[in-house]
Structures are given as C-alpha cells and as structure tokens.
C-alpha cells in the first residue's frame, strides 16, 4: 500500500486552491432557483446568462488564487480564462447536479434542465457528461484541483509561453494524482479516468455556442462579458 506524502508546498497549494474554490457559491443559487419555481424558456435563459456571467467573474477571482497564475503573461492569463470558462461552467454544473440532495430534488432539477428550452439534440451528450462526472465521486479537493487543471491548459488558443503553463499544470497534475492515490485506494486507474473527463468535456464545450443559438426563446440576448467570453452573439 502506497504511502502518501504531501510536501509543505502541495499542502500549501491544496489549501490555497481549495479555499478559493469554495468561495463560488452560483452553483447553489441555481439549484435554488430551478428547485423553487418551474420557469418559462425565456426566464430559464436569462437565468443562464446571468448565472454564465457571474461564473466568468468567480473564475477571474479564483484563477488570481492560483499560485503562479499571476506571474504569467498578461495575455496569456487571458487567454487561459478565455479558454477554459466555458469548461468551467459545465464542470460547476455537473458538481451542482450531482450534489447530494434531499429525496426527489435531482429528480426536479434534471426535469428541469430538460425543459429548460434547450434543444433536444444536446440534452443526451450534457446528461452523458453530467452522468458521468456523477459516477466519479470526486471529493471537494479533487473538484478544485480539476477545474485548475482545466484553466491551466497550455494548448489553448493564443497562448504565447506553454511551457510556463505546463509548469504550472504539473505541480497541480501531481497533487491531484496524490489526492487520487488518498482518497480511492481501490481505483488505481481513478487518476486516469479523472483525466479523461476533460476529454469529454472539451468535447461538450465545443457545442457550447450552438446550445445557447438554438434555445428555444425568440430573442437571444447576451451580456457584454459573455459576448467576449463565450463567442455568441
Ligand atoms: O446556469 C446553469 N449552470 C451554471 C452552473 C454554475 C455556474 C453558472 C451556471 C444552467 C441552468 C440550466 C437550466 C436553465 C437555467 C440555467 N445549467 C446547465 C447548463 C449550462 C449551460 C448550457 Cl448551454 C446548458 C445547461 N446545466 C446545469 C446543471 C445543473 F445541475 C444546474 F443546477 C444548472 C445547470
């Protein structure tokens, strides 16, 4: 068996990464909100644009709490968000669906996502995804070190110095791989399979303008910041 060791500077960065993940508190008002009241195509829209923009802000918060992040390149940070915010929301919205909940209340909430007036050709592929982020059982650390791992993605668009990205995606790359060993004991391919829902979910996130395009409301309206961030309009 495995012995695990963290050095000081991994449970620095565990801790630091953990304290600014938890910090997002959108997910939960979603929940809320779809749970409280069944909202027409148009409410439920609306509501995604102001939670997709609320997220972008979270994210820009949360990546400044991310050793090192700061020390890249101006553009580059841009970049990084740019390119990862969209994983990131479906990331956070997979978690907030697979939450535990009261009795009946996953039940509501996948309903109402499915009638949320998104079209029908996407519900498959995102339940798919939110499915299979479920099975996983991540613990909250692990959810915290994935979506740092998803903005410290050196091949995005427009990145000028990936090696100073991939630096950083190492250490993180190497705690959670440690986290995986902690916290599933019984899964040595756990990591891998972690690793390979980004796949997916870069997969997912390439539908991610078509799926806001083609809901079933009359008029699409976007905010200033998703027009930058998430390419619509
Ligand atoms: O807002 C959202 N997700 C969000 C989460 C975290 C942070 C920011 C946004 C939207 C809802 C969907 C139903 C109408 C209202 C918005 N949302 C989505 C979703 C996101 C983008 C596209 Cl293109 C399609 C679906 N999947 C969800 C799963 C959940 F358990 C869930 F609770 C909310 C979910």
């Not at 997220?55 to 970049?79: C, W, Y």
Request: charged share 25%; glycine share 2%.
């Amino acid at each position: 068996k495995e012995k695990i060791e963290f050095t000081t500077e991994q449970q620095a960065l565990m801790r630091v990464i953990t304290d600014a993940y938890n910090k997002h508190q959108i997910p939960q008002d979603v929940t809320k909100k779809l749970l409280q009241d069944q909202y027409s195509t148009e409410e439920n829209f609306l509501l995604l644009t102001e939670m997709a923009t609320s997220q972008v802000q979270v994210l820009v918060e949360f990546t400044k709490n991310i050793p090192g992040f700061l020390s890249l390149d101006r553009e580059d940070q841009i970049a990084l968000l740019k390119g990862s915010a969209v994983e990131a929301m479906f990331l956070r919205s997979a978690q907030a669906l697979n939450k535990k909940m009261p009795i009946g209340h996953t039940e509501v909430l996948e309903e109402r996502i499915h009638k949320s007036g998104i079209s029908e050709e996407f519900i498959k592929p995102m339940f798919n995804f939110y499915k299979s982020i479920g099975e996983l059982h991540m613990v909250l650390e692990e959810q915290a070190l994935l979506t740092t791992i998803t903005i410290l993605t050196p091949d995005r668009p427009y990145v000028k110095d990936q090696p100073a990205v991939e630096r950083l995606q190492e250490n993180v790359l190497d705690l959670l791989r440690k986290m995986c060993v902690l916290h599933h004991p019984q899964e040595p391919q756990y990591f891998a399979r972690l690793l390979g829902r980004l796949t997916e979910l870069r997969t997912l996130s390439h539908y991610h303008a078509e799926m806001l395009a083609s809901w079933k409301v009359n008029n699409h309206k976007f905010t200033p910041l998703l027009c930058e961030i998430w390419d619509v309009q």
